[in-house]
């Protein structure tokens, strides 16, 4: 079939109501089917009604963030907060039977084992007693991101959103940088009141739910929601120790070594993202121009011309440019009845542009090799720190590539990059701990949960100094992170993936195809198996192994000079 131009791709709100029916009598046949061609026939009408509904969640995300000025689309986003909840429910009715099918034994030997243990994870984290509060929490999600979307800052006689503050970020005059930087923290102080309600009403809303699940905080809920089949909080804790002793230490010698490129007497928050005395390495190109360099990297990377890449971006599957009324971030949303990823940034010029464009390029091949991995929705992509696996190492692989993107500053950004990744782990780590430690005390008053910040940020980045800026002082930067509100307890996945993907990066310096066959096995495999069984099948070890956290931190040291 004849791949569709976006445009071509009509949203339309789907029936719930027929849904609901489907998922009833899909029911009634999987109770009492006696043999697998009949439970496989029930799966596959309702797997056809569930892509149906999420293609549509996945149209009405899209265009909404392509213009969040858009009345009809935030009406939409609305009705997908009530309707999630509930198809969640109804999903998970579905799978239950599932479970106790009489023929559930010869299920498992005919489907795998994969889409039954996604089968009890469902019966465990959804019920329809709270139907209701997973709507209200998908509602204040979007109250927090819709602040964003719709942020205005006024700098230098002119207004800016968020995503378009970047440049003056990272400008190479200190001034523009300490007043661009006070800008954006006087949105968030003129804000923060409003994001403590929404925080306060979050973290209330996932606790008591988890309560009425019968676990004994919203951390063990946490978990069981992330999917994470083969590692534990203990683990996770370990990791961020590890994190703390071996890399924490690396961090702050790379801001000693920066102040003094800077050549200032004290390192200030606004000088963190200027790496470079000269400024941090921008794009040779222009922005118009970054779909030629991204095409012709992922023809010679892929040896194939058109590349996935060229497709989509020949049938407006793509929008790079960030601008008034655009939602903020980016991300890559695939669209199931289709099997066509679609890639979402905001490209304002700068280095991130280049990273982005490929991190999300990641998730997009990988949607694409694993299309036809399962024949469940639930299993086609795996659980998220495998998907981050699939956008990291796509950021390695791309560093032979980059003179396409920054000319003879290639080098200074692949240094930048790399030092970016060391800089994120105990960042990434922090963010986490902050969740566990809020989830496990839900009674903290908002006033405790940000001396909680304060202080993990000084067990985490040591070298920061606020200058005074009283938003930050007071522990309010958590504010900045969008996952601690709209996805607790995925940000670990980042620092997992990073690990991982070093891996393959320090393989492709010796043995590049060997690298890039590695990541395409990964990408294939789809959600087939769990994180640690998928990294093992294709051949990387545990990111949970202290030696191998010290082996790649050692190759990123060494690669950097520290």
Known sequence: MEMPFFEDLKYERPSLDAFRECALRVRLRIMTAHTIPVVEAALAEFQKELSHFETCSSLCIIHHDLNTADAYY??????????????????????????????SKELREHFGEMIFRKSQNRKDTVTGEIVGDLAKESALENEYSQIFADSIISFEGK????????????????????????????????????????????????????KRLSYPSFVELGYKRMERYDYTP??????????????????????????????????????????FARGNPKPSITIDELHDAASGMFQTLFEKNPSFYDVLHSHRFIDLHARKSKSTGG??????????PYIFMNANGMSDDVSTLIHESGHA???????????????ISPTLETCEVHSTSMEYLAYPYLEKFFGKDAEAY???HMTQTLLFLPYGCMVDEFQHIIYAQPELSMEDRHNVWHRLEEKYQPFLDYDNTEF???????????????????????????VVSLQIWDLSRINPKKALQVYDQ?????????????????????????????????RACDYLNL
């Open 234 to 275: 203990e683990m996770v804790g370990k990791f961020r120790n590890y994190v703390i002793e071996y890399i924490v230490p690396v961090t702050v010698e790379i801001r000693r070594l920066q102040k003094e490129r800077l050549q200032v007497d004290s390192l200030k928050y606004y000088d963190l993202v200027s790496l």
């Open 74 to 103: 935030v009406n939409e986003l609305a009705f997908f907060d009530e309707a999630g909840a509930v198809v969640s429910e109804l999903s998970a009715g579905v799978y239950a039977v599932l479970l106790s099918s009489k023929i």
């Open 331 to 340: 991300y890559c949303e695939t669209i199931l009845d289709n099997g066509i």
């Open 365 to 379: 091949y990988a949607a694409i090799r694993s299309v036809d991995s399962s024949p469940f929705l639930e299993c």
């Open 159 to 210: 207004e800016y959103s968020l995503s378009m503050m970047d440049p003056f970020l990272e400008s190479t005059n200190r001034d523009t940088r300490k007043a661009s930087h006070q800008a954006v923290a006087e949105f968030f102080e003129d804000n923060a009141e409003k994001l403590d309600e929404i925080f306060d009403k979050l973290v209330t809303l996932r606790s008591k739910m988890a």
């Open 522 to 554: 990964l990408c294939m495999e789809g959600g087939n198996r769990t994180f640690l069984e998928l990294l093992e099948k294709a051949g990387l070890e545990s990111p949970f192994s202290i030696d191998v956290l010290k082996k790649v931190a050692y």
């Open 414 to 416: 692949r240094q930048l």
């Open 472 to 498: 930050y002082e007071k522990g309010g930067a958590w504010q900045k992170k969008g996952h601690i509100f709209t996805d607790p307890f995925y940000y670990i996945d980042y620092c997992l993936a990073y």
